[in-house]
């Protein structure tokens, strides 16, 4: 079962040493109450939630699954418990404005919650998941009435939200969106259309769900506005509310048309939704009754806060369930004997065993997974600390902290769900047969993590999101703003001779980067830059991550020349190393993956189909 | 389900064009009686077998699992009719010697038999999957009365077979296995002791089990030969046999101990079974009556050729379930209409969906898919070809063929493990959120391949089979004949100015493969030299299928300029892309890899256990 010692400390680390929160809160007047040891508090006592009370429920929550019965799901044991336990404590509410109930810290401390809930039992966390995105979304472009209803309810964890978009003929292409909310008398709408792959969508843990659902308002003709240009946002409440946001009694018209069974991830139930068919007549007739957040045809606009949120908490739950695996695997490297030591002239069998982390191709897998899921958890809390910064910081520190985050966020997301799923597969394999059984929970991760390279926009919708909008946005000046983040990282590690190579390497990958990007576009040609967005997306992943672990790096160096304590000296050396270890194995795929980007490869783009 | 045009026309393609051995089989005198037509015809029986008999167990199997009741195993539905019909049609006998039954047929189309069933059903296909190893055995090493009680059987498919190795406190490391083998007065062993992992070590397919045992026989003191030295290899059945061959009516000593719940491959019980624990006490005693095969001490010598035939069927099991999920996923990118077409300023959403096969990025997903998977094919194939060689050639041609089949075992295993795997994952990506959910086949093969990397022999296993001893036995002559015969290709490719680009490149990677395995052993020093074989074997891998694919190339472009039929000259000019896209995204990798080789890098080696 998950242990919390390793990743609270290395959360700490991150958050204390890296990025030295402690004193930029003081200076931020959002946070000038907030202390180190009250930080090390939230951390210790969600380490502890995730690990005594949700870890527990994770293997059976895989193995029982939802289950349906005359229409409502039932969640796994145990689930509804620690859902209790957790709105209790009040985790919910952590980082939510104290004027609408919240406890006002930072993002950074919702997010390492999060990872602590992720690494414990990810399928469960998926249920409070979406609640901050939700929180943010009300509580920007909601009208006081609906924040009167739903607000408080949302940042008490007392009602959950869910995220409406996807329609099985449209997917990724949400410009062809179908489902219809038509005006009634009353300033709300009649929702009417079917949305898939709702995570959620339906469950048992609270009273109430507040689905958050795209639609579009027809035009004086009767007709949907094609694009997404035609798109708005509703509240549409499974029950409804009066104007103290109690519940009326009235059950809204959305009913559970189906679950999908799947690979992992099977204590959440993935739903299939009818808003309005109908099976719920509401006040009078059919049609699910919502209500308009924000401007209609800005329904987009008003989820993106949402939506981006989304997107680093799957990077960020990647990153965790990656985590899990690695501590995993570790502890059975420690104490699984088998094989002898290498001397110089190969295994002796005369000698006795030795515990299986000995041997140079089983610390390659650890050290591996290691650099990958240390490396994204860094990156994740340096996004956590955007997104404070952008929401707290000066006007101009706010504006680049958003920037920045418009440049990580293709990486955040989509890196973690990539490499802490490999992650995953070399703790399966560090376990040998062992991990390919039930009786070791590295296959489940392995399952579990399959996802996140899909929801929330796929690799490939990230890539196109990186290169074809983020680094030519305003004339490349997020990639410059990037660029010149990452060359002062680079400027402090060439005045340490240890780092100084490694400095060298991350400019040249940096450079490489910032040409291919060039010659991707010299053409203009949108076809042809986007040909090999991905390998693109792999290649800018891979500089992210070498960039952040010689921030690590710079950060471990520094502390062993002020004389750490015994472990903390060891734990400091096997940062160096993990670092070390990404620049050695990793970064020079960067060369190999810009190579069809740099030439504008066109043997995907021109490939006939009938060749398949 | 699994459709087998595309499949059977591409393995067709391998063997008569690329490969040429219809004209090859009249040069040997075993195959002198077999024709192009003949062999076509089992190809095309064997493609119907597995598509209309086996393919329809395939899911249902994966639900349903195998079940334990009063400690016998009961297999999923339809897979107990399935094996009959493959007894009764005769295919168990196919490339057995007609001496004992045996159809005499290459191994080649054994092979092309074993890639219809594992594509269709590989859970099934993995019990009869030892058959043919345990004939080899048998028929090699076994006297003539246990042929006489147990060969017929074993080639008619009647019994089936399993290979017991492992347990529990030894794992890779035979040298410490602890089953040990008593001898009986009458010639016969009395085996105890317990092994892990056994495919298929208990079923209801057959009515009969033939245990192929490792176990040591006690010397004078009682005590047990450290080391592989002392495992010899036992017959021992789970029912007792006359010497016709027929069941005398006695149960031995095997008993099952537990089933293993496995992340995939469900349709066939992973097992322990008990060796003589006196749960079936017989003629008179505990103790598993067991057989010696060969000569005492010579166990693995005698297993050898089962361990490599399994290990290429390994390989060719992960690259059909990579063949199997690329399909499924070409089928699904042709069908599911998707976003808009990239034009030269972006995409323009007044146009209509497109197929998304039509995105470029998806075609580099079926691209790779295709290079992994038709590239590992041919590999496998070229494979049972030097089987075919090694066994009726003439002798100088049978030794050649025999070493380069110890150099490119490790790759036929572990290449497939890895990149299918890889393959699966991208076959799932393709189907969007559908890939995550049991409608579509694609999260099966993910699951069942990833046990690939870790049976028979881990990648860590063969990377040191590789780097350890393969390359460097008998002063590099099995890397000088690879070396060679890589040339040869590398030459009628420089003559071909469509090819020579990728000649060049290849002759370039062979070059740095060889300078890196001089590099890697520089200075002698085994734990020096092998700390990074992993990335030596990827390498290594990525080479061979380099060399691989331009071989086909050069066979496609020849059939192009005879002038081939429409539908041929599409997938002819498949092939040539399908090449290039090897060339220009995977094979730049080799270099990434052979950076830690040449170095001689020690970050793993001398990584400090406490700093994990």
């Known amino acids: 079962m998950w242990q919390y010692e390793a990743p609270l400390r290395d959360m700490r680390y991150v958050i204390e040493d890296v990025l030295g929160l402690p004193a930029q809160w003081a200076a931020l007047p959002a946070f000038a109450e907030l202390d180190a040891d009250t930080a090390r508090a939230v951390l210790a006592e969600a380490a502890r939630f995730a690990t005594e009370v949700l870890a527990p429920t994770n293997a059976n929550g895989d193995l029982e699954g939802c289950t349906l019965a005359d229409g409502e799901v039932r969640t796994p044991r145990g689930y509804k418990e620690a859902y209790r336990a957790f709105v209790e404590a009040g985790w919910p509410a952590l980082a939510c404005d104290p004027a609408v109930g919240g406890q006002g810290l930072p993002q950074v401390l919702n997010a390492a919650l999060y990872e602590m809930l992720a690494a414990a039992n990810h399928a469960w966390t998926m249920y409070p998941g979406l609640l901050h995105g939700a929180y943010e979304c009300l509580h920007l472009h909601a009208s006081e009435e609906l924040k009167q209803r739903y607000l408080g309810k949302v940042v008490s964890?007392?009602?959950?939200?869910?995220m409406c978009l996807t329609e099985a003929h449209a997917g990724s292409d949400l410009g062809l969106l179908a489902t219809r909310a038509t005006p009634a008398a009353d300033g709300s709408y009649r929702l009417k259309g079917t949305k898939i792959f709702i995570s959620g969508g339906e469950q048992d843990l609270t009273d109430n769900i507040v689905h958050l659902v795209l639609a579009k308002i027809p035009g004086p003709d009767g007709k949907l506005v094609p694009g997404t240009r035609g798109i708005s946002l509703f509240i549409v409440p499974k029950k409804l509310v009066d104007t103290e946001g109690r519940l009326t009694g009235e059950r809204n018209d959305v009913a559970l048309a189906g679950l999908n069974h799947k690979l992992g991830y099977r204590g959440i139930p993935n739903t299939l939704l009818n808003f309005g068919e109908g099976k719920y007549p509401v006040r009078g007739g059919a049609g699910a009754i919502?209500?308009?957040?924000?401007?209609?045809?800005?329904?987009l606009r008003c989820m993106f806060h949402m939506m981006n949120e989304a997107r680093i908490a799957v990077g960020l739950g990647a990153t965790m369930l990656g985590y899990a695996g690695y501590e995993a695997s570790l502890d059975y490297a420690r104490n699984r004997?088998?094989?002898?030591?290498?001397g110089p002239g190969g295994k002796d069998p005369a000698q006795p065993q030795i515990p299986i982390i000995r041997h140079a191709d089983v610390r390659r897998m650890l050290l591996a997974q290691k650099s990958w899921c240390e490396g994204a958890l860094a990156l994740e809390l340096y996004c956590a600390r955007l997104v404070d910064e952008l929401h707290t910081g000066a006007p101009e520190a706010a504006a680049e902290a958003g920037?920045?985050?418009e440049m990580l966020t293709p990486i955040a997301k989509s890196w973690p769900s990539e490499w802490c799923l490999e992650a995953n597969s070399l703790a399966i394999q560090v376990h040998g047969g062992y991990g390919y059984t039930r009786d070791f929970p590295v296959e489940q991760y392995w399952r579990d993590n399959r996802l996140n390279m899909i929801h929330e926009g796929t690799h490939g919708i990230q890539a196109l999101d990186l290169l074809g909008r983020k680094v030519v946005?305003?004339?490349?000046?997020?990639?410059?703003?990037?660029?010149?983040?990452?060359?002062?990282?680079?400027?402090r590690a060439l005045a340490v001779p240890e780092l100084a190579g490694f400095a060298n390497e991350l400019a040249a990958a940096l450079a490489e980067v910032g040409r291919a990007t060039k010659a991707a576009w010299a053409t203009g040609v949108a076809e042809e830059a986007l040909a090999n967005a991905v390998p693109y997306l792999q290649a800018f992943g891979h500089t992210v991550i070498a960039w952040i672990w010689l921030d690590v790096a710079l950060c471990a160096h520094a502390k062993l020349?002020?004389?750490?304590?015994?472990?903390?000296?060891a734990a400091l050396r096997g940062k160096l190393a993990a670092c070390r270890f990404f620049y050695r194995h990793d970064l020079p795929k960067v060369a190999a993956w810009l190579q069809v980007?740099?030439?504008?490869?066109?043997?995907c783009r021109t490939m006939a189909e009938e060749g398949f």
């Not at 004997?337 to 290498?342: D, I, L, T, V």
């Open 290 to 299: 919502g209500y308009l957040v924000g401007k209609p045809g800005e329904g």
């Open 157 to 162: 964890g007392e009602w959950l939200s869910t």
């Open 561 to 569: 020349g002020q004389g750490a304590a015994a472990d903390d000296e």
């Open 403 to 405: 920037l920045l985050l």
């Open 597 to 603: 980007v740099a030439s504008r490869d066109d043997t």
């Open 473 to 491: 946005m305003d004339g490349g000046k997020g990639l410059q703003l990037l660029a010149g983040t990452i060359n002062a990282t680079i400027q």
């Open 337 to 342: 004997p088998q094989g002898r030591a290498m």
